[in-house]
Every structure is written in structure tokens, then in C-alpha cells.
């Protein structure tokens, strides 16, 4: 005897399959590459030539392959970056990482990760008014200083690299810390300090106008330290894994090109984003920064490397207590781009 086939019996199961099928397909889809055309908008701590490879990811259009369109602004700050991470203003934040150990002993639950590590040397210099042909630490005590923000990586390291030729920061030398970020070889140029400390082009803007001489590299005075990292809210990264790891992927990608290329090469590709430098100057410092090893050849953040960054917390008075390297470095971004 034949039974009547009923339809619906067998619809049911296919619809499941077909069910099924789309979602796993939308699982992997979301753990790809994010959306051609997602804004990501990027807040960094200064326009910085030191930061080469993330412009050359700009400029040779790494996060365009990756489906990014970034948005870049420049916060003058580690303070003003991190402000804007934290009021929604940006949705990543380029700054030293000491600023999310801050954020994170204040007990905010929704804190700041860092996720990819760009450069691993201080990259400012110490400008001379004066030109010393051999220059001694011992040299600047007594000396008006211009340093950085209290509590910033720059100043913090500074302190560090004082320390290290015997000098007491706050007794040995005459430090000006009343000046804004953004003007601080302006303040030289006009004839405040007899040293000041400064990130490129600055330093050799100065030196180019004959107002002052760089006699030393804070980055191989002070030797590695994780001095600049990319992060987001710990609720950015939990919502948005795809483009954080295309982010990552441009990064890696800019990185490569450094490590590939020489000076002058990388110096083509970045001219863009610096249109008021001199090709044979930004020759010059992407030079002087790659021969010092500041850039990084990956983006991971090892752990040695935050326990050192707590010692120079420590050192500076700036830190209540040792936080969790786990909490605040997400490496999974990094170690995946690497592999690509």
C-alpha cells in the first residue's frame, strides 16, 4: 500500500538544512575581512614620521584591500587620544599604552586593550641650543629642560634615561612642562630653554633653521620599550573582531614594506602625509629612525615587554599597582596577521 507523499514533511528538513547552511556561512563570513568600504575612525597621538608604517599601510592602500576606510585625526596627546577612545569620538586609539594602565586602575569596566604594538623604541630626540660635538648627559644638568606631559611616555622615559646617567629629574635639572604638546619647538624656536625634547620632523626642523642641534636619541638611551600601541574599548573588540583584525592586517602589511625597503623607498611612499617635509629631509629620519631599530617587525605585544613598561611607571611614581597583562593585551589580532 502506497501512503500519499506529504510535501511539508520534507520542506521541514530542507528548510532546517538551508537554515543552517546560511548561518554557518554568515558565521565565517564575519570572522573574514570586514565590509568593503567600514569606516574605522583612528585617533593618533601625533603626526609622526616615526610612525612610517602605518602611513606607508595608508599610502600603498592596505586597509582599502582589507574593506577599510579610515578616517585619521591627530590628538596631540596621549590624554586627548585616549579622551576621544573613551567618549566615542574614535573608534581606535594610536598612543603610548601606558595611557590604558591609567584607564585601567580607575576601575572602568569597559577598558581600554591594546591589540598591536607599531614602535618599540622612545623615538624624540634631545635638541641642543648650542652645538656640542661630544655630547655628555652631565652636560644638561642645571640646564632648562623642555619635557613632556607628566605621566606621558615621553616625559616618563626622559625621567628614565636621567636616571640612568645619575640625575634626579626633579632636583638636577630645571624642567618646563607648562607647554602644550604641539608647541614645544615652537617654544625652543623662540627662545625658551636650552634643551628641549622632541619627536621628527621637529628635531630637524630646528636643526634646519639653525635654532638648535639633536646631541642625543632618547630611543637608544633608553633602549626597548613598547612606546606605541593601537587599542579600542574592550566592547569594540568583543563587536567588531572582523575589522579589527583587518586593521591589524594593514598594519602587518606597512610593516613588511618597512622591513623590505630602504629609506629613501619608504620615504617615496609616505611623502603624502607629509607635504611641507623635504624629500631629502624624510629621507634623513625614516633613515635615522630605522637605524636605530624603532619599528617593529610584527604587531605582538610580548609580555616582557609590558612588564617593562610597569617598571618605568613604577620609577615615575605613576603607577598604584601591577595590572594584568592578560586584560590589558590582546595578542590573537596580531599573532593572525603574522601567520597571513
Known amino acids: 500500500m ?120 622612545a623615538g624624540n630626540f634631545l635638541v641642543s641650543r648650542e652645538k656640542i660635538d661630544s655630547f655628555d648627559w652631565e652636560m644638561i644638568r642645571g640646564k632648562d629642560l623642555i619635557g613632556g606631559r607628566k605621566g606621558g611616555m615621553p616625559q616618563m622615559i626622559l625621567e628614565y634615561v636621567l636616571k640612568l646617567h645619575g640625575m634626579d629629574p626633579e632636583q638636577d635639572v630645571n624642567l618646563v612642562q607648562n607647554i602644550d604638546f604641539a608647541n614645544t619647538s615652537g617654544a625652543f624656536i623662540g627662545g625658551t630653554g636650552d634643551f628641549t625634547v622632541e619627536f621628527e620632523p621637529q628635531a630637524s ?61 619608504i620615504a617615496k611612499v609616505i611623502a603624502p602625509q607629509f607635504p611641507d617635509t623635504e624629500e631629502k629631509l624624510l629621507v634623513k629620519i625614516v633613515d635615522r629612525y630605522a637605524a636605530q631599530d624603532s619599528f617593529t617587525e610584527d604587531a605582538i605585544f610580548e609580555k616582557d615587554s609590558f612588564m617593562l613598561l610597569q617598571s618605568v611607571l613604577e620609577e615615575a611614581g605613576e603607577l598604584m599597582e601591577r595590572v594584568p597583562y592578560e586584560d590589558l593585551v590582546d595578542n590573537r589580532f596580531a599573532e593572525t596577521a603574522m601567520e597571513r
Open 205 to 265: 626642523l630646528i636643526e634646519e633653521q639653525g635654532a638648535g642641534f639633536v646631541v642625543a636619541s632618547l630611543g637608544v638611551e633608553s633602549g626597548y620599550v613598547p612606546y606605541t600601541c593601537f587599542s579600542a574599548k574592550k566592547s569594540y573588540l568583543e563587536a567588531n573582531p572582523e575589522i579589527v583584525q583587518s586593521f591589524t592586517n594593514a598594519i602587518q602589511k606597512g610593516m613588511d614594506f618597512c622591513a623590505e625597503h630602504d629609506a629613501e623607498e
Open 2 to 121: 502506497k501512503f500519499p507523499l506529504k510535501t511539508d514533511s520534507i520542506l521541514r528538513p530542507l528548510s532546517l538544512i538551508v537554515l543552517f547552511v546560511t548561518i554557518i556561512s554568515f558565521t565565517f563570513t564575519g570572522c573574514g575581512k570586514a565590509s568593503s568600504g567600514t569606516t574605522v575612525r583612528l585617533n593618533e597621538v601625533a603626526h609622526s614620521i616615526f610612525y612610517a608604517p602605518m602611513y606607508v599601510a595608508m599610502e600603498k592602500g592596505y586597509f582599502e584591500e582589507e574593506g577599510l576606510n579610515i578616517e585619521l585625526t591627530t590628538g596631540f596627546g596621549a590624554d586627548k587620544t585616549m579622551t576621544a577612545l573613551l567618549s566615542g569620538e574614535a573608534d581606535i586609539g594610536f598612543m603610548g599604552p601606558e595611557s590604558t594602565i591609567y584607564t585601567y586602575q580607575q576601575g572602568n569596566t569597559d577598558y581600554v586593550v591594546n591589540f598591536a604594538q607599531l614602535t618599540q623604541r
